[in-house]
């Protein structure tokens, strides 16, 4: 069973950035896409970021484009999002998972079950 483990978060200023970092058991990230997800508090979860199998096919949500990338290190099985110039808006638990692209490839939706996440939290 696959199991995700996200790590990287914590308190940061305004402005400030994080680099967070997901791994797996159980799976070789390189051989699926992955994405990126966050859950405010009182919100939906909603998708940040993904990258394909083989990195070659980004997506981001409108609120963090030019500010979050994706990235792989397939060397250490580990997917990461950088941070920068975080908003207090971002606050949210992050949270990773393998995805799927809808048929028109402008979307893509989670298609595994979700790790404990790792908490952001941006504020002065």
């Known amino acids: 069973q696959v199991q995700f483990v996200e790590s990287g978060g914590g308190l940061v200023q305004p402005g400030g950035s994080l680099r967070l970092s997901c791994t797996a058991s159980g799976l070789r990230l390189d051989s699926t896409n992955i994405g990126w997800f966050r859950q405010a508090p009182g919100k939906e979860r909603e998708g940040v970021s993904s990258?394909?199998?083989?990195?070659?096919?980004?997506y981001y949500a409108d609120s963090v484009k030019d500010r979050f990338t994706i990235s792989r290190d397939n060397a250490k099985n580990t997917v990461y999002l950088r941070m920068l110039g975080l908003k207090p808006e971002d606050t949210a638990i992050y949270y990773c998972?393998?995805?799927?692209?809808?048929?028109?490839?402008?979307?893509?939706?989670?298609?595994?079950?979700w790790g404990q996440g790792t908490q952001v939290t941006v504020s002065s």
């Open positions: 990258i394909s199998s083989g990195g070659h096919t980004t």
């Open positions: 998972a393998t995805v799927g692209y809808t048929p028109d490839g402008g979307s893509y939706y989670p298609t595994s079950d």
